[in-house]
């Protein structure tokens, strides 16, 4: 019980040990009880299921998690599965890679070459990381056969229009394995 449910209670009732002796209890097993509902709640939606409702969602969605494959790439697969369905057109294409990403996509269509492309906007234009892999591999599954589907990479524009100096740009990407796995964010349209 809560303290102000408590202060509703006569002063003889209130003051009793008895009360505070039953009360704090059942205050202790109502907080159990709300946290374990909350808990349950998260496992009914695949993008913030634990353990046991993942594994359902696995099951139901017939995939078979990846050996050490972490909660959040789990969570990902299923809801790339989960997206996967419908007709494959650029608008599946984008609610797919927004749910995978976070970020608003725009698909570009190539038609003379066979291609289609990606480019990530926000509300900030900047470097970002996107599991890539899961995202090539999510829309390999709806794509038709003969598209080869392209994720635009950074390009000496995107550099420029970030306006980082060199020493910037070192301390942003320590690596060249950090620059291949960045992607630009370019500002939303209006």
């Excluded at 470097?127 to 950074?154: G, M, T, W, Y």
Aim: hydrophobic share 40%; net charge negative.
């Amino acid at each position: 019980m809560t303290r102000d449910i408590l202060e509703r209670l006569p002063r003889r009732l209130r003051d009793s040990p008895y009360t505070a002796g039953v009360s704090d209890p059942m205050a202790d097993l109502s907080q159990e009880l709300l946290e374990g509902a909350r808990r349950l709640y998260l496992e009914f939606y695949a993008h913030t299921a634990n353990e046991a409702g993942l594994t359902e969602w696995e099951r139901l969605t017939g995939r078979t998690p990846a050996p050490g494959a972490t909660l959040e790439e789990r969570r990902q697969a299923v809801v790339a599965q989960l997206c996967a369905g419908g007709t494959a057109n650029v608008a599946l294409i984008e609610s797919m890679a927004k749910a995978l990403t976070g970020y608003d996509v725009k698909v570009t269509e190539n038609f003379s070459q066979y291609t289609f492309s990606l480019r990530f906007y926000g509300d900030q234009a900047g470097f970002i990381r996107v599991d890539a892999r899961l995202l090539r591999d999510s829309v390999e599954l709806v794509k038709p056969a003969h598209l080869q589907f392209i994720i635009n990479p950074i390009t000496w524009g995107d550099l420029e229009a970030a306006g980082l100096t060199w020493a910037q740009m070192e301390e942003h990407f320590p690596t060249w394995a950090d620059f291949e796995l960045s992607f630009y964010c370019h500002p939303k349209m209006t």
